[in-house]
């Protein structure tokens, strides 16, 4: 299996942190959306596409770059960090696979620790997260992720 992660990771590497630790002695490249450099995913067979939760949506940053880059007809997982909730977070972003005629594999999630707004009050909320628990069962995903398909 040929895996791409593009990932957008903001505030304190949540993100970052569960997509390094999936790809941790894999053959997985991590696509930082943030560079601006030419992509071109059609060569990979699972692309997943990950950030945090920011009004209980991913980045509105990747729904973009989906929308720029997701070829047609790729086998696709989320993987997110979310604080307080993660509502339907991959709601904006299904919508436009669906047009490209992709399929949702599954997805990964866990808490991720977050100072914005009212959160900086009590100094961050979800400290110590993602815990190395949480990371181990990110590595389990991706194990699941490289057997066979389906």
Known sequence: MIIAVCYDSKHHDNTLQVV???AEGRDVT???IRKKMAV???WYDYIGLASGVYGLEMAKELVSFVKQYMPRGKEVFFIFTYSFAKGDATKKICEVL???DCHVYGEFSCHGFTTV???ALVKGIYKGHPTL???AKAR???DVLEGPPY
């Open 133 to 135: 628990e949480e990371l």
């Open 98 to 100: 669906y047009e490209k």
């Open 140 to 142: 389990e995903f991706m």
């Open 117 to 119: 707004g009212p959160f």
């Open 20 to 22: 390094s630790a999936m």
């Open 40 to 42: 071109n995913l059609k």
């Open 30 to 32: 991590l696509i930082d």
